[in-house]
Structures are given as C-alpha cells and as structure tokens.
C-alpha cells in the first residue's frame, strides 16, 4: 500500500475513467484531507499538475485504506506543492443538534480548536463537513462530474 504525503496527485482507475485527488493535509489523530480534483478523464491529461490550482472540494479521507477497500488501482503521478494560500490546516464545520434534531449552533474545527457560532454565515455555508469520508461516498465524489 502506497504511503501519500501533502502534495501528491494520485491516478486512480474507475468505471468512469481516470480520476485525479490531491492529498493536502496530514493531522496526527485523523485522516488526511484529500482534494477532488476535476475529472474524470478518457485518458491522463498532459499537465496533471494543473489539475490542482482549480478550487475542488476537499474531504478528510483515510486515503490509502478507502482506495484498498474499493479495490481501485492507484499511483502518484505527480506533486505540487500547496499553495501558501492553502498551507494552513482547513477550518472544517459541524452542525450541533439539539433532542429533536434542530442545529442549534455550527463547530467550526481548524486542526487545533474549535469556535462555534449560532448563525452560519455564507462564506461559513461553504466549509467542509467535519466528518470522515466513507468509501462509498469518496468513490461518488471521486466520480462526479464538477
């Protein structure tokens, strides 16, 4: 099993062609944070690297693990260094619900601490979910046409 560190891209064969993540982020008590990049394609794009200056969703994804259990063939083909603007730990956001289910308040989560806010505001509606990936949801994603 293939041992990804911040700033590979990895190729990752599916049904629907050739897919491309970007591992971004490590943190010592939960998985990487894996970026989506666009895709997929009929065949590997000639400056694969390219693919990870576009803004994609990101996800905490036990990376290796997911892609061993869909039994999908991988290999890094290329790194690029993250972007200063991207270097920091993402801040990640988590609904708190009361007994009927209601969000009463929204954790945000930035790899060290958490704040909180009753209101989510716009630019907050746009975080990452603090939750990790299963594999079937990182497949759909890793599929989907963006």
Known sequence: MEDYQPGDIVE???TA???????THTHPSYPPVVKFLKGPFQKR?????VL??????IA???LSGV???LG???ARVGTVEIPRAEGEFPIFRMPIRDKKGEII???FWDGKGLTYTTELMQQQEKLPMREIMSAERFLDQLVADE
């Not at 062609?17 to 591992?23: C, D, E, K, N, S």
């Open 12 to 14: 990752i064969e599916t």
């Open 17 to 23: 062609g050739l897919a491309y993540v970007q591992l």
């Open 105 to 107: 308040y929204w954790w």
């Open 52 to 57: 990870a200056r576009e803004a994609s969703p």
């Open 60 to 62: 905490m994804v036990p």
């Open 45 to 49: 794009p000639e400056a694969v690297t």
């Open 72 to 74: 999908l063939k991988h």
């Open 67 to 69: 892609l061993k259990k």
